[in-house]
T-cell receptor
Framework: KAGVTQTPRYLIKTRGQQVTLSCSPI?????VSWYQQTPGQGLQFLFE???????NKGNFPGRFSGRQFSNSRSEMNVSTLELGDSALYLC???????????????FGSGTQLSVL | QQQVKQSPQSLIVQKGGISIINCAYE??????FPWYQQFPGKGPALLIA?????SEKKEGRFTISFNKSAKQFSLHIMDSQPGDSATYFC?????????????FGKGTHLIIQP
């Protein structure tokens, strides 16, 4: 079974632009979560989707948004990019309940975003 | 507010030794405590997890010790090997998730010297 796939692997953007990151979960997984990883703040929860519905959202500004499609694939969007948005963005999938049942998360290798 | 504090930030252990990483949490509603291992260029991968109804869980060379009254838990890696060199994250969550999803510690960079 293929793992969690995130595209693109690397992205370079400039301040003020917007960006869309993509995540394909493991086949059959219904829950997708997104995390931001930075050297200073570590891993921080962005949001979680289950069956196309956002179930939870972390403490990030409204510039960060996401969605999930009927095939469980997910995208996250960051608008009006700031220098501080430079980070590794990780997507994780889980089979059923995700955070509702404390399931194991399967992480992708992430998208490294650099904002210049 | 950092709800899960992890120490040390970095750790160097000789091959064959015991690696110990500690975490402390604040939110008594947490009921799931996983440890993730991350290699450079890869996403974190679940290593082992424990729930607060047990005080210890062992899987191969990896053991979690859990002290509910002290709100602390730790990872012990026995017979540490160079292949164990990675960054380790403790985490915590509560069933039902909530706004925090998985709350991670800041990570421990572990180096096992041959």
């Amino acid at each position: 079974k293929a793992g969690v796939t995130q595209t693109p692997r690397y992205l370079i953007k400039t301040r003020g632009q917007q960006v869309t990151l993509s995540c394909s979960p493991i086949s059959g997984h219904r829950s997708v979560s997104w995390y931001q990883q930075t050297p200073g703040q570590g891993l921080q929860f962005l949001f979680e989707y289950f069956s196309e519905t956002q179930r939870n959202k972390g403490n990030f500004p409204g510039r960060f948004s996401g969605r999930q499609f009927s095939n469980s694939r997910s995208e996250m969007n960051v608008s009006t990019l700031e220098l501080g948005d430079s980070a590794l963005y990780l997507c994780a999938s889980s089979p059923k309940g995700g955070s509702a049942t404390n399931e194991k998360l399967f992480f992708g290798s992430g998208t490294q975003l650099s904002v210049l | 507010q950092q709800q899960v504090k992890q120490s040390p930030q970095s750790l160097i252990v000789q091959k064959g030794g015991i690696s110990i990483i500690n975490c402390a949490y604040e939110n008594t509603a947490f009921d799931y405590f996983p440890w993730y291992q991350q290699f450079p260029g890869k996403g974190p991968a679940l290593l082992i997890a424990i729930r607060p109804d047990v005080s210890e869980k062992k899987e191969g060379r990896f053991t979690i010790s859990f002290n509910k009254s002290a709100k602390q838990f730790s990872l012990h890696i026995m017979d540490s090997q160079p292949g164990d060199s990675a960054t380790y994250f403790c985490a915590a969550s509560k069933a039902g998730g909530g706004a925090d999803g998985l709350t991670f510690g800041k990570g421990t960079h572990l180096i096992i010297q041959p």
